[in-house]
């Protein structure tokens, strides 16, 4: 049903997302969602189409300048950076498409169960499961996971969502963790292959092959296929940059869309930014040779008009 206050728009509900993304498949479409760290972004990447927009802490250091890995790291609340950019910046400008919220779910200060209920109240028709540990690994992860700081969290935040009915689209890194997540309900499940590669602060070495990418997107897809069949696929991160990156993991995979953060939002303003002001900085000013020198009098100019 529509808003019930509005007639149109957020929130939706659980069934209604996936109703409409399921109408876009059906036109033979592939689903598009992106992330947006301002209202700007959301407003102009509605748009554009997409079906989805994801609000994340990340978004907001990426339209500061600084890597999507700040989102990572100990430099704010993740929480509460996600629901202010959705109360104050994105909400208030989005129309019509479904806004996702990205919750923490490992943050121990928080009960889950209350703060959903927060994001549901603001008006958020789903959650993604960002920041994430699941594109963390090594000793670190070993520890996160040992001091109750576990990737389980995410899976219960999941599971807790489908209760309230919030629609849930998650990050995987492997396949035992899309395996967990279509247990839990995730009604989509993105295979994260690792930071984007690109642009002003794209990883440039810590960069996987598009073969790991292949492989790795489809087996996340089978691996949660065989818990359910209903779950929706997309793909991102790693050499997935452009249009054209998606179109080869969307014909080499069995994945149905994409989610661009950094390859949408970042690449965009970086791109349309630079060229613009390129295309100021050609412009010539008659007057400029005569800058600081005795101007003509106006009798003198007015001739010249003539």
Not at 4 to 29: C, F, H, M, Q, S
Not at 54 to 76: E, L, V
Not at 109 to 137: A, C, Q, Y
Not at 248 to 270: H, I, Q, W, Y
Request: with cysteine.
């Amino acid at each position: 049903m529509p808003n019930p206050w509005t007639g149109k728009g957020n929130p939706y509900t659980r069934k209604e997302v996936i109703e409409r993304l399921r109408a876009t498949l059906e036109r033979g479409d592939a689903i598009i969602a992106a992330g947006a760290g301002t209202g700007i972004s959301a407003k102009f990447i509605e748009r554009g189409g997409a079906d989805l927009i994801i609000i994340y802490n990340s978004g907001r250091f990426r339209m500061m300048g600084h890597g999507s890995t700040c989102g990572m790291m100990a430099y704010g609340d993740a929480n509460a950076i996600a629901m202010e950019i959705g109360e104050y910046e994105v909400l208030p400008v989005v129309e019509e498409v479904p806004v996702i919220c990205g919750v923490h779910a490992t943050d121990p200060r928080r009960r889950m169960w209350h703060w959903l209920g927060k994001v549901k109240e603001m008006g958020f028709s789903g959650v993604n499961n960002f920041p994430t540990h699941t594109i963390v690994d090594g000793h670190f992860r070993g520890v996160l996971e040992e001091t109750g700081m576990s990737v389980r969290k995410e899976y219960e935040m999941v599971s807790l969502a489908r209760r309230m009915d919030l629609f849930s689209i998650v990050y995987v890194g492997s396949a035992e963790e899309a395996v967990e997540m279509a247990k839990a309900g995730a009604d989509a499940i993105i295979a994260h292959v690792g930071t984007t590669v690109g642009g002003s602060i794209g990883v440039k070495k810590a960069v996987v092959t598009w073969e790991f990418t292949l492989k790795r997107t489809q087996e996340i897809i089978q691996a949660a296929g065989r818990v359910r069949k209903d779950i929706l696929f997309l793909c991102h991160g790693g050499p997935i940059n452009t249009p054209a990156d998606a179109e080869r993991v969307l014909k080499n995979t069995d994945a149905v869309g994409f989610v661009g953060a950094s390859s949408l939002e970042r690449m965009g303003v970086e791109a349309s930014l630079t060229n613009l002001t390129r295309e100021f900085k050609k412009l010539k000013a008659p007057a400029a040779k005569a800058f600081g020198k005795k101007r003509r009098p106006a009798a003198a100019l007015q001739s010249l008009r003539r």
